[in-house]
């Protein structure tokens, strides 16, 4: 079992980045594939980025270009750099994993975090 915390969220103004964290402790085995997700008000939860335990990646369309996944497995930490950010990015951010080596847009993730609010305004 791992336990997930997201950090790094806040408001920022159209054009600008932030960097969202989410910090991995527990058994790393069980985090092995990893994403983020957001959700905002009134729409439903979406996949905006995966990793997979050989590094390679995979973006949702909406963030192609503009944000970039990445895992520093020494820090036992999942990155999101989020560049040129829209007011429709705002969202609560929140990163999941699974045990699995792969992930996919459809697969099951058991570990959450609790998730950090972005705000593009």
């Known amino acids: 079992h791992v336990q997930l915390v997201e950090s790094g969220g806040g408001s920022v103004q159209a054009g600008g980045s932030l960097r969202l964290s989410c910090t991995v402790s527990?058994?790393?085995?069980?985090?092995?594939?990893m994403a983020w997700f957001r959700q905002a008000p009134g729409k439903k939860r979406e996949a905006v980025a995966l990793?997979?335990?050989?590094?390679?990646?995979g973006y949702a369309d909406s963030v192609v270009g503009r944000f970039t996944i990445s895992k520093d497995s020494a820090k036992n930490t999942l990155y999101l750099q989020m560049n040129s950010l829209k007011p429709e990015d705002t969202a609560m951010y929140s990163c999941?994993?699974?045990?699995?080596?792969?992930?996919?847009?459809?697969?099951?993730?058991?570990?959450w975090g609790q998730g950090t609010q972005v705000t593009v305004s």
């Open positions: 999941a994993a699974r045990t699995s080596r792969w992930c996919g847009w459809n697969s099951d993730f058991p570990y």
């Open positions: 527990g058994d790393p085995r069980s985090a092995r594939c």
């Open positions: 990793i997979n335990s050989d590094g390679s990646a």
